[in-house]
């Protein structure tokens, strides 16, 4: 009696795991993303990947200025509330 040969599951690696989405570039985008990733030695994706999330971070940055914009222009209508306690507030 033979025995059948059993494999073992295949072991899933990270880079399986990830979500994969599919993105269509327009015309003249996609070497643009290669010629920066050569630049940067890392490979396409990870230069997407890296973008967005730097995107991302600075959309937070932007509307965290724009708190501060508003509040010393605030300060700057109220003569009466220095500068500095307005930056006090910002930071608090």
């Known amino acids: 009696m033979t025995t059948a040969t059993k494999r ?9 795991e990830d979500e994969k989405f599919v993105v269509r570039f327009p015309k003249g ?30 959309e937070d940055e932007v509307f965290r200025l724009q708190r501060v914009i508003d509040q010393l222009l605030a300060a700057n209508d109220e003569p009466s509330r220095p500068v500095s306690r307005a930056a006090q507030e910002i930071h608090a």
């Open 8 to 16: 073992k599951p295949s072991v899933r690696k990270s880079a399986t």
């Open 29 to 58: 985008l996609r070497p643009q993303i290669a010629e920066a990733a050569k630049q940067a030695h890392r490979s396409m994706n990870a230069e997407i990947i890296s973008r967005m999330g730097r995107t991302l971070e600075l």
